[in-house]
Every structure is written in C-alpha cells, then in structure tokens.
C-alpha cells in the first residue's frame, strides 16, 4: 500500500513564522503535490514537483514556497504565516511513469494549520 | 466562474437510499474524472476513474460521464452508514493537474 505521511496532524503558528510542512511518501514516486483545502472551495493546488529539486508552481503559489532534496520528501514553506493561510494542507503524490491515466494521487491525513 | 462546480450539499440519506451525487465543468479539454472519498479528519483516497464519456460500475458505486452536457455523477446504492463521507469530484486533461470540485458532505442515517 502506498503510504505518504505527514510531520504534524494540527499545528498552531503566529502570524510572521515561518512554518515548515513535512511530507514523506513510501512508493518511489516521482510526482509530489501540496495543496490547501478550504470549505466551499475544495482542493487547490500550491506547488508539483516531478523530480528532486524540480517544482512548478499550481494556482494559489504566493506565499509558499517548497523544497525536494530527496524524491521521497516534499516539503512546503511558509515564509511569514498570516491568518489567511489557516487551512488544512494535504500533501499527494503519484508515480509518474507516463501513463497519465494511471496517475492515481494518494493523499496524505493532512495537516490542519491555525495562524494566529 | 469555478472550473468545476459542485454542490456542497450536505445531503442526509436514509440507510439503503440511493444517493445521488453530481458535477459540471466548463473545461471542455477535460478527459478523465474521478471521484474522490474524504472520511473526516483524512486524506481524499480514489474512489472511481472513468475515461471520456459512458457508465463505470464498481460494485455499489456507478460514475457517469457526459461530456456533451459537461456532466459528471456519481450514484451509490444501498447506502451505508460508512458510506458517510465527503465525496470531491477531480477531472483532468491529459496531465498530472487535477481539478477537484468543492466536495459533497454525505451522511447516511441507520
């Protein structure tokens, strides 16, 4: 079974922290995903990386940023916390063998983030 | 106007109810869809793909495409209690991106 894990389940931060998110998938995969979930507005992609060191940015990227020094962790930063970036944060990943139509994503439990 | 728009319900069903749920879009590029099951507190896991338009069945659980109307469902028979859930649509074209819709809160009464 692929499993990806996340560092913390619920994290309370102030406003101007920097904030590290961990994420750490077990099946080799290439593909790694963060995105932030927020009522009403579903999921919403923040960063992808397909390779070590290599990252697009999704749709919501201000304020993020990420690293992958490893092909197994992908990690998300916020540089300076503000209230907005209160959400929940689930990290995917997938294998990325080229056959797009067996790219299932498998997500982590997520990480609920409260900035104060 | 959103990608995908979905209803976020929530929708409360009696045990052994069919529920019925449903997306659109507006991206006609779209080639894959997906249904996605959230239990609280955890991660979306895959539920159903289908690919282009028709009828997928699995078990309890049929997923429909119509990609004249730009229409997706989802239909569970037999409902149960643990079928209780939030059910996010996610649609892509040919790439990695997903789309997902805002997600339907199911719960399903004994």
């Known amino acids: 079974d692929v499993k990806v894990t996340q560092s913390s389940r619920y994290l309370v931060k102030r406003t101007g922290e920097k904030v590290f998110l961990e994420c750490v998938q077990d099946m080799d995969h290439e593909n790694m995903f963060w995105y932030r979930q927020d009522p009403g507005l579903g999921l919403r992609l923040i960063y992808f990386s397909y390779d070590v060191k290599m990252k697009e940015k999704g749709d919501i990227p201000e304020g993020y940023s990420v690293s992958r020094e490893k092909k197994e962790r992908f990690s998300l930063i916020l540089e300076s916390a503000s209230t907005n970036q209160t959400s929940m944060y689930l990290c995917?990943?997938?294998?990325?063998?080229?056959?797009?139509?067996?790219?299932?994503?498998?997500f982590g439990p997520g990480t609920r983030l409260l900035v104060l | 106007q959103k990608e995908v728009e979905q209803d976020p319900g929530p929708l409360s069903v009696p045990e052994g109810a069919i529920v019925s749920l449903n997306c659109t879009y507006s991206n006609s590029a779209f080639q894959y869809f997906m249904w996605y099951r959230q239990y609280s507190r955890k991660g979306p896991e895959l539920l159903m793909y289908t690919y282009s338009s028709g009828n997928k069945e699995d078990g309890r659980f049929t997923a429909q495409v119509d990609k004249s109307s730009k229409y997706i469902s989802l239909f569970i028979r037999d409902s149960q209690p643990s079928d209780s859930a939030t059910y996010l649509c996610a649609m892509s074209a040919e790439d990695y991106k997903l789309s997902f819709g805002a997600g339907t809160t199911v719960t399903v009464r004994a």
């Open positions: 995917a990943s997938s294998s990325g063998l080229g056959r797009w139509d067996q790219e299932t994503q498998y």
